[in-house]
């Protein structure tokens, strides 16, 4: 039987399952360090408890103790969630093109965060990850039918938050 000590192992479940678990919990977070970290200590638990895990079941485990992580540190933190503005630079746009990009980001940026939490995840993990429902579903351990519903609604209050989406 297979063992997630096994290092073979081990380094493949983090490699095919590192960005997604990053991605989920950066959704949630709206910050980069504290994802890492989150994701960090799901990795570190699954090595320490290793012998315990299937490794059918190790995907699973790296959401749950990633999400835990999470709601911990919101509980004892109180984090609002932000989300960060990355610097581009583009030297051959013009101002008027900057300008209304920039006006647009922010929009975007308030209309997300407006979002409940779990709309939010679900339409980040669907549009930016490609995520299918039935994948959020199980990540999100809700039915398929809450997928769709969450879904329905960030793009219905999206819409009406931002013209031209």
């Not at 799901?42 to 408890?49: C, D, M, P, Q, T």
């Not at 008027?96 to 920039?102: A, I, N, P, Q, V």
């Not at 209309?111 to 339409?123: G, H, K, S, V």
Request: net charge neutral; glycine share 4%; proline share 2%.
């Amino acid at each position: 039987m297979k063992n997630v000590c096994e290092e073979q192992l081990f380094s493949s479940i983090f490699k095919t399952n590192s960005k997604t678990v990053f991605n989920y919990i950066y959704y949630k977070f709206g910050n980069e360090e504290k994802a890492h970290d989150a994701v960090q200590e799901a990795f570190v638990k699954l090595w320490e408890n290793c012998a315990k895990v299937l490794p059918e079941k190790a995907k699973s485990y790296l959401y749950t103790v990633a999400n835990n992580t999470y709601l911990n540190v919101i509980k004892a933190e109180k984090v609002r969630l932000k989300y960060a503005q990355p610097t581009l630079e583009h030297s051959n746009e013009s101002p008027e093109f900057l300008l209304e990009e920039k006006e647009y980001k922010e929009k975007l940026d308030k209309a997300l965060n407006n979002l409940p939490e779990n709309q939010r995840t679900t339409f980040l993990l669907n549009r930016i990850d490609g995520k299918k429902y039935a994948e959020i579903a199980e990540i999100e351990g809700v039915g398929l039918k809450a997928i769709e519903k969450r879904m329905h609604l960030a793009l219905k209050s999206l819409r009406e938050e931002i013209d031209g989406i």
